[in-house]
């Protein structure tokens, strides 16, 4: 344990389990202004107020004296693809866990022989702005063959991203994700029932896409997210003959193939001009009327992926090094139930619950 109480912990440890400073300072039985000045550094902590907003949070005493550094709310490391009416609350939870869960990963990368040579930065400016061109660059890089991309999961972890199955708690985000070299790209992605197989591939691709393209916010960067995941996930040269005399049960066949959904191949035969704007939008207003407006027909649902690597890294430290669950714990600064909940959940499912308050 470090010899410095560090607010930022304090501020993270209480946004990671979806308080206000209101909400902790009632929990704690103090007053507000009694957090405010611990988390703006303007006073000191005793022993006993610590270990009571240990309990109260549920983090050891260590992870209040991590030195860490701490990405706050609305930094721009943090990429989403979310829907309009997600609370600020949710999303600054979201941000303190990523936080969180970076610390983790990068002290169990300490002792495992993980690079990621696969991520480097490309600027759009130096593509002309043809965002495709870099979505083809990924797949060179990449070797992934023609075609549909197998197991886009695989892809990203084999290249040494680092994905993580989660509940966020609604189903108005489907993924953050951030790269704070020399850590590897981190990629959350929602484990929400209702968020399917396909919009999870296209979800993860709009951040393989922020995180390789966007080391600042540029204007029009989710737009661009989508063009990249769009030409990752149905490149133009291999789809566009088969996106000819298009319906609904033909989208329906080329949404197995090419496992992204209904809607990413309509946009995609739009972008690609090889429908009209107003066929777009009959074919889009007829999927809906069919259908839920959130899902597609579940006969058409593809299978989830499920990421492997972070599992490989926690049993590495268990089997491989000896680590205790109690040692693995102490190392990256959780209690011993929260590390079992969040890396050691049976099955094998990377997810963890986030209980975010209402």
């Known amino acids: 344990m470090k010899d410095q109480f560090n607010p930022e912990m304090l501020i993270l440890a209480r946004e990671s389990r979806g308080h206000t400073q209101g909400d902790l300072a009632r929990l704690l039985a103090v007053k507000q202004g009694t957090v405010s000045k611990l988390e703006g550094g303007m006073m000191p902590i005793s022993l006993d107020l610590l270990d009571k907003i240990s309990r109260v949070l549920r983090y050891p005493r260590s992870f209040f004296f991590q030195t860490e550094k701490v990405f706050g709310f609305g930094s721009s490391v943090f990429y989403h693809r979310k829907r309009q009416g997600l609370p600020l609350k949710h999303l600054r939870q979201l941000h303190a866990e990523l936080n969180i869960r970076r610390f983790a990963v990068k002290k169990l990368l300490v002792a495992a022989e993980i690079e990621h040579f696969g991520f480097r930065h490309y600027d759009p400016a130096e593509y002309d702005g043809k965002i495709e061109l870099i979505a083809r660059a990924i797949r060179s890089a990449w ?10 999961t695989e892809a990203i972890e084999n290249a040494g991203g680092v994905i993580i199955r989660c509940d966020f708690g609604t189903r108005k985000a489907d993924a953050i994700s951030e790269w704070v070299e020399p850590s590897p790209p981190l990629f959350f992605v929602n484990s929400s029932p209702e968020i399917t197989g396909d919009r999870i591939r296209f979800s993860l691709g709009h951040e393989l896409g922020h995180v ?3 080391q600042f ?47 990413a191949l309509i946009e995609q035969a739009a972008r690609l001009e090889m429908i009209s704007q107003s066929q777009r939008s009959r074919f889009i207003s007829h999927l809906r009327s069919t259908t839920h407006s959130y899902r597609e027909p579940e006969e058409t649902d593809i299978p989830i992926e499920t990421p492997s690597l972070l599992d490989e890294l926690v049993q590495t430290h268990l089997k491989g090094l000896g680590y205790s669950v109690s040692e693995i714990s102490a190392m990256i600064d959780e209690f011993e139930p929260e590390f079992t909940k969040k890396y050691l959940p049976a099955p094998k499912v990377l997810q963890f619950a986030l209980k975010l308050s209402s």
Not at 218 to 247: G, K, S, Y
Request: charged share 25%; glycine share 4%; no cysteine.
């Open 143 to 152: 070797r992934l063959p023609p075609g549909p991309i197998r197991n886009l």
């Open 212 to 214: 390789v393209m966007h």
């Open 217 to 263: 916010p540029v204007p029009d960067m989710e737009d661009q997210a989508d063009r990249f995941a769009a030409e990752l996930l149905l490149p133009a040269r291999e789809i566009a003959p088969q996106l000819t005399r298009l319906n609904l049960p033909k989208l329906a066949a080329l949404k197995r193939e090419w496992k992204v959904s209904i809607g």
